[in-house]
């Protein structure tokens, strides 16, 4: 009877982790083992082009693809997440996207590169170009810093040099060249040209704008 029941938890314990897998080696999808079937929890080396399920732990390479939610570091050259982020991902592209614009379904961490794209998120974007298509809480820095909501700073590298934009309604502070929110609900602009297009001081104001 007990041996029974071992090899019934042996094979039931064989079912719940027979895809995933430790260590993922990708030269260029399909090629690769295991195949992009496979969650990984581990480590994971894409030389060229990457892909799996889900992933936790550290992922290197060139261009590397997690189609569900990714937890850890992705070091690369574009860092690709197609469910929740948690974590850091840094590279010359990293976007974050999977169409989830409800904010129980946002992501957090860090992005650092040149283009950073995701759709709701909290934590760190900092790149030349920051995008969040719908609800950002944290820091945007970069020549241009976009989202649909904001609640918390977008700031131009060099405090000023740069374009804010929060094409729904800014909770915070925008620095830079031109500002621009649709609404505000407690927050200021600091910039050159500073646009509200509801609720500001003035439609459009330099130096300071803004609504409390």
């Given at each position: 009877?007990?041996?029974?029941?071992?090899?019934?938890?042996?094979?039931?314990?064989g079912?719940?982790?027979?895809?995933?897998?430790?260590?993922?080696v990708?030269?260029?999808?399909?090629?690769?083992?295991?195949?992009?079937?496979?969650?990984?929890?581990?480590?994971r080396?894409?030389?060229?082009?990457?892909?799996?399920r889900?992933?936790?732990?550290?992922?290197?390479?060139?261009?590397?693809?997690?189609?569900?939610?990714?937890?850890?570091?992705?070091?690369?050259?574009?860092?690709?997440?197609?469910?929740?982020?948690?974590?850091?991902?840094?590279?010359?592209?990293?976007?974050?996207?999977?169409?989830?614009?409800?904010?129980?379904?946002?992501?957090?961490?860090?992005?650092?590169?040149?283009?950073?794209?995701?759709?709701?998120?909290?934590?760190?974007q900092?790149?030349?170009?920051?995008?969040?298509?719908?609800?950002?809480?944290?820091?945007?820095?970069?020549?241009?810093?976009?989202?649909?909501?904001?609640?918390?700073?977008?700031?131009?590298?060099?405090?000023l040099?740069?374009?804010?934009?929060?094409?729904?309604?800014?909770?915070?502070?925008?620095?830079?060249?031109?500002?621009?929110?649709?609404?505000?609900?407690?927050?200021?602009?600091?910039?050159i040209?500073?646009?509200?297009?509801?609720?500001?001081?003035?439609?459009?104001?330099?130096?300071?704008?803004?609504?409390?």
């Amino acid at each position: 009877m007990k041996s029974s029941v071992s090899v019934a938890c042996l094979m039931m314990a064989g079912a719940l982790f027979a895809d995933m897998t430790p260590v993922m080696v990708s030269l260029v999808t399909p090629v690769q083992v295991p195949s992009r079937n496979y969650d990984v929890t581990g480590v994971r080396l894409s030389l060229i082009y990457g892909e799996c399920r889900e992933f936790t732990g550290l992922d290197i390479g060139i261009i590397d693809c997690t189609r569900r939610d990714f937890t850890g570091i992705a070091i690369g050259g574009a860092n690709i997440a197609g469910g929740r982020l948690y974590g850091g991902q840094l590279g010359l592209v990293n976007w974050n996207s999977g169409g989830a614009t409800d904010w129980a379904r946002r992501s957090t961490g860090v992005q650092f590169g040149l283009l950073n794209y995701a759709d709701t998120f909290t934590g760190l974007q900092d790149g030349i170009a920051n995008v969040a298509n719908g609800r950002f809480m944290g820091l945007q820095s970069g020549f241009l810093n976009c989202a649909h909501d904001v609640s918390g700073l977008q700031c131009g590298y060099y405090l000023l040099l740069g374009v804010n934009a929060a094409s729904g309604t800014l909770r915070g502070c925008q620095l830079g060249l031109v500002n621009f929110a649709n609404r505000v609900e407690g927050g200021l602009q600091i910039g050159i040209i500073n646009i509200i297009e509801q609720n500001g001081w003035a439609p459009v104001l330099p130096i300071v704008n803004g609504h409390f």
